[in-house]
């Protein structure tokens, strides 16, 4: 749908999209407000070409870069040199040869993200964006910083952007989808590289918010070519699902392609919802950005435990009216590399203070308390300490304190503490340390 009328220009700026990228094959969902699905780009408009080849290529003759199907055909008959691996190489931070020049992968992979987003700007121009999730076979610290810097030779500067794994890109498509088909687990099987791989959604509904995970798996028996390949499919399934209750299953990916597999469908059919498709995960990033921009009762309701994100609530105990409580600093369900707050606070009479760690996955809430030594004396309630709190890992929570003082009364003397804890099994922490300077979690965001 093209927003046409000039009145509608600026609801434009409340679009969001979501980018599937892999080093095999990218692809574009969008969402316009007031349209309750997105939309996929394809690149035939009469039909549903939707993937992209992650691909580039430079002519022999000339310095013209062409990409996806037209640098696979180019490829084929020798008009270009061809880059491809694009994702993989601008996470190992590679120098790409490409025609006896060599260029930096990252570059190479910012020009195909250019290139691939020019195909979303009849629609929507990528500038007006309000939100843009990238979802990737995996999150890594690498992966993030090669998309970040990727993404920063765009100039979106208007975007809030965001990357995600792919199986969080699954939590995503199904909380946003009509509740009968998630109301029990849901099979997902991708058969788009070589051999299956499947995520299980799954729900607890007894937490609040409903704690959801998806566990991944690879089942290399399954392997495109084989003879009894149905068969093999057959057994893998009924293994898998075994006593669970499966409402729905999703089968994507290229290799399911043909009728070679009818036996295992008739098996899968059987009180189950079965869909075909090959446009989940760009969709599932679609939906991540509306729900982030936009939240609703239905992403405030449930909240993605995957591996990639903190499996705890962190907060810091403080006196409010008399009163002690707890005030949330962390949120279970973010990514690690996204969870950060800052916040001030008093001391009370001794110079300590205590965070609470309450695991949504099972575990004990357990107290730590952070003594900060070397302090000057003062009253109850006259040094106010500036907290900066992140992740260092997954499971390693990271503190940064400040003494700023009580105004001229007691002068700040901006002693500074590290300390981390681990929020993992093993409980192991460090005793704070001075220092002078500190150290800020990476984001995946853009700046002039």
């Given at each position: 749908?093209f927003?046409?009328?000039?009145?509608?220009?600026?609801?434009?700026?409340?679009?969001?999209?979501?980018?599937?990228?892999?080093?095999?094959?990218?692809?574009?969902?969008?969402?316009?407000?007031?349209?309750?699905?997105?939309?996929?780009?394809?690149?035939?408009?009469?039909?549903?070409?939707?993937?992209?080849?992650?691909?580039?290529?430079?002519?022999?003759?000339?310095?013209?870069?062409?990409?996806?199907?037209?640098?696979?055909?180019?490829?084929?008959?020798?008009?270009?040199?061809?880059?491809?691996?694009?994702?993989?190489?601008?996470?190992?931070?590679?120098?790409?040869?490409?025609?006896?020049?060599?260029?930096?992968?990252?570059?190479?992979?910012?020009?195909?993200?250019?290139?691939?987003?020019?195909?979303?700007?009849?629609?929507?121009?990528?500038?007006r964006?309000?939100?843009?999730?990238?979802?990737?076979?995996?999150?890594?610290?690498?992966?993030?910083?090669?998309v970040?810097?990727?993404?920063?030779?765009?100039?979106?500067?208007?975007?809030?952007?965001?990357?995600?794994?792919?199986?969080?890109?699954?939590?995503?498509?199904?909380?946003?989808?009509?509740?009968?088909?998630?109301?029990?687990?849901?099979?997902?099987?991708?058969?788009?590289?070589?051999?299956?791989?499947?995520?299980?959604?799954?729900?607890?509904?007894?937490?609040?918010?409903?704690?959801?995970f998806?566990?991944?798996?690879d089942?290399?028996?399954?392997?495109?070519?084989?003879?009894?390949?149905?068969?093999c499919?057959?057994?893998?399934?009924?293994?898998?699902?075994?006593?669970?209750?499966?409402s729905?299953?999703?089968?994507?990916?290229?290799?399911?392609?043909?009728?070679?597999?009818?036996?295992?469908?008739?098996?899968?059919?059987?009180?189950?919802?079965?869909?075909?498709?090959n446009?989940?995960?760009?969709?599932?990033?679609?939906?991540?950005?509306?729900?982030?921009?936009?939240?609703?009762?239905?992403?405030?309701?449930?909240?993605?435990?995957?591996?990639?994100?903190?499996?705890?609530?962190?907060?810091?105990?403080?006196?409010?009216?008399?009163?002690?409580?707890c005030?949330?600093?962390?949120?279970?369900?973010?990514?690690?590399?996204?969870?950060?707050?800052?916040?001030?606070?008093?001391?009370?009479?001794?110079?300590?203070?205590?965070?609470?760690?309450?695991?949504?996955?099972?575990?004990?809430?357990?107290?730590?308390?952070?003594?900060?030594?070397?302090?000057?004396?003062?009253?109850?309630?006259?040094?106010?300490?500036?907290?900066?709190?992140d992740?260092?890992?997954?499971?390693?929570?990271?503190?940064?304190?400040?003494?700023?003082?009580?105004?001229?009364?007691?002068?700040a003397?901006?002693?500074?503490?590290?300390?981390?804890?681990?929020?993992?099994?093993?409980?192991k922490?460090?005793?704070?340390?001075?220092?002078?300077?500190?150290?800020?979690?990476?984001?995946?965001?853009?700046?002039?």
């Amino acid at each position: 749908m093209f927003l046409e009328h000039r009145e509608k220009e600026e609801n434009k700026r409340q679009a969001t999209a979501g980018y599937d990228l892999t080093d095999a094959y990218a692809q574009i969902s969008y969402c316009l407000p007031g349209e309750p699905c997105p939309k996929t780009i394809s690149l035939q408009a009469d039909q549903e070409q939707y993937l992209i080849p992650a691909l580039l290529g430079r002519y022999t003759d000339q310095d013209l870069w062409v990409y996806g199907p037209k640098a696979q055909a180019a490829a084929a008959t020798g008009e270009v040199f061809l880059a491809d691996g694009l994702l993989t190489k601008a996470a190992h931070q590679e120098m790409v040869e490409v025609g006896g020049q060599n260029y930096s992968s990252v570059a190479l992979l910012s020009l195909f993200l250019k290139r691939t987003m020019s195909l979303l700007a009849p629609i929507v121009r990528p500038e007006r964006l309000q939100a843009l999730v990238f979802s990737v076979p995996e999150v890594s610290v690498p992966i993030l910083s090669a998309v970040t810097d990727a993404v920063g030779m765009l100039g979106l500067k208007n975007a809030s952007l965001f990357l995600i794994g792919r199986a969080e890109s699954f939590f995503y498509y199904n909380i946003c989808q009509p509740e009968e088909l998630w109301k029990q687990d849901v099979l997902l099987c991708d058969f788009s590289g070589t051999f299956l791989h499947t995520l299980l959604f799954t729900a607890n509904r007894k937490t609040s918010p409903v704690a959801c995970f998806v566990e991944e798996a690879d089942w290399k028996e399954v392997a495109a070519g084989r003879e009894d390949l149905d068969q093999c499919f057959l057994e893998t399934m009924k293994a898998l699902i075994g006593d669970r209750n499966v409402s729905c299953v999703y089968l994507i990916g290229e290799g399911f392609l043909g009728e070679w597999y009818q036996e295992s469908l008739r098996f899968l059919c059987q009180e189950r919802r079965v869909f075909l498709g090959n446009n989940l995960y760009s969709k599932g990033a679609c939906y991540a950005a509306r729900q982030r921009m936009t939240p609703g009762s239905v992403s405030e309701g449930y909240v993605f435990l995957g591996k990639d994100m903190l499996k705890a609530n962190i907060s810091l105990y403080v006196e409010k009216r008399g009163q002690d409580s707890c005030q949330p600093l962390l949120d279970a369900g973010t990514n690690w590399y996204d969870a950060k707050a800052e916040i001030d606070f008093l001391l009370e009479e001794e110079n300590r203070f205590s965070l609470r760690i309450t695991p949504l996955n099972g575990g004990e809430i357990r107290d730590v308390e952070i003594a900060l030594t070397g302090l000057p004396q003062r009253p109850a309630r006259t040094t106010r300490i500036h907290l900066q709190i992140d992740m260092a890992d997954l499971t390693t929570l990271r503190l940064n304190m400040e003494d700023f003082g009580f105004g001229e009364f007691f002068p700040a003397t901006h002693q500074f503490w590290e300390k981390t804890i681990s929020i993992g099994e093993k409980e192991k922490e460090t005793a704070p340390t001075t220092s002078t300077t500190a150290s800020a979690a990476m984001q995946l965001s853009v700046s002039e």
